[in-house]
């Protein structure tokens, strides 16, 4: 018999014990609607295995990882080419997720794997928010007349949820009407206080990793430059930490365009944080 001790590939600091946790990890290797550069859903694997060079203690929080309670149930599976069955697997097992009492926290991936997730977590809770990190609108109907396309993914939530109940922070770049749909619901902020709107919501957080700037995120599939710096992004996190955040997900990380590793590092302490925050 093998003594070991073994390598690890979960997120370290899980709880392995996935009935007693209190939020559940899940890879969505997909990004089978990127425009620009795929590889995003090699971000999941990569990730787990960053995760081992972080310090389970934040600084930012004072907390420690385990903390957390959190359940790396590892990554789901895709039929390579079929977006909808790719959707649909991510919003049954998400389903099964609230469904046990439990809040999901996703890793993409592309962004439109958050689509399925609100669809699923609508189910659960009413009064639902959503507060959105990006470079990007996407608030498209439709990108080259697909309307499954990580352009249009949070467009198609904000149908679900009212986009009086979105807030977007980082954005810069999209088309006019895009922006002209944010000045008419008033998404866009700039000041943590802008956020206060929420205090009484049931808020999903999901971070694009293309709202850090280039100089630190140069790994994700439509770099913008101009983005937030890790602190600022952090300071949102620590905001938010006063909220009621029912569930959150990290995406656009595409680690093979940063070959130092650093962008794959900046995803997991990206990670590290927002789980803090919830």
């Known amino acids: 018999m093998l003594t070991g001790p073994f390598l690890d590939r979960n997120w370290m600091g899980e709880n392995k014990d996935y009935a007693a946790s209190d939020i559940v990890m899940l890879g969505m290797p997909f990004d089978g609607t990127v425009s620009y550069r795929p590889g995003s859903r090699f971000a999941p694997e990569q990730i787990r295995l960053a995760s081992w060079g972080l310090e389970e203690y934040s600084p930012y929080f004072d907390k420690h990882l385990e903390d957390c309670n959190f359940h790396d149930a590892g990554d789901l599976e895709f039929p390579l080419g079929n977006t909808v069955k790719s959707l649909d697997l991510i919003e049954k097992n998400v389903e099964e997720i609230y469904r046990d009492g439990k809040r999901v926290f996703g890793i993409g991936g592309e962004h439109l794997v958050t689509l399925p997730e609100i669809k699923a977590v609508s189910k659960f809770y009413d009064n639902l928010a959503i507060v959105h990190f990006d470079a990007h609108t ?3 109907k439709e ?3 697909e309307e499954l396309s ?3 993914v949070i467009r198609h939530s904000g149908e679900i949820i009212g986009f009086e109940n979105l807030k977007q922070i980082g954005i810069r ?4 009407e895009e922006f002209e749909l944010m000045k008419k619901y008033n998404t866009l902020i700039h000041e943590h206080k802008e956020l206060d709107c929420f205090k009484d919501k049931n808020i999903f957080v ?7 700037d280039t100089s630190i995120m140069p790994g994700t599939g439509t770099p913008e430059v101009g983005g937030l710096s890790f602190g ?3 300071g949102w996190f620590k905001y938010l930490s006063n909220f009621n955040i ?3 997900d990290v995406v656009e990380l595409a680690p093979d365009y940063d070959s130092s590793g650093a962008s794959t590092a900046v995803a997991t302490k990206v990670i590290r944080e927002l789980l803090m925050a919830m």
């Open 232 to 234: 600022e992004l952090v």
């Open 246 to 248: 029912i569930g959150a």
């Open 138 to 140: 996407d608030l498209r």
């Open 173 to 176: 770049s999209g088309m006019k």
């Open 143 to 145: 990108y080259l007349g």
């Open 206 to 212: 999901t971070v694009d990793l293309d709202v850090l």
């Open 150 to 152: 990580h352009s249009a």
